[in-house]
């Protein structure tokens, strides 16, 4: 028994192909992958599963549900987010009539000689806003 073996180059037949395509022919072929490959995602579950969105071939960026997925933030940044929102709280209060019948309570106790409300009030005082 006689065995033939022909060996073909399949790279010189994929530089000839890569050669026929255009720029505009490859984006437009990796745009109709995409919407195929969301379309064949989209019948499936695997939007349930959680691993939402399709990277784009063509530019390269996330596509699909992700908006809906939520993003990682630094800790400095939700340090910063509680610093802000904390000042803004303390800001909102002395411009409202609150801090002015705080601080009037404090120093009526402060001059009543009500030693233990006046320690009292001024601890409250001194505690972190919510």
Known sequence: MSVEVVIVNPAS?????????????????????????KKASGSSSSKQDGDGGVVSLATGQEVGDSASRPKLV????????ETIHTVNTACQEKESGRFKRKYAEIQEAKTSGKKAYYKKLKAKRARPMK
């Open 13 to 37: 037949k994929m530089e000839k192909d890569e050669e026929e395509l255009s720029e505009e022919q490859i984006q437009s072929l990796l745009l109709e992958a995409e919407t195929r490959l």
């Open 74 to 81: 630094p800790e400095s940044a939700k340090k910063l987010a």
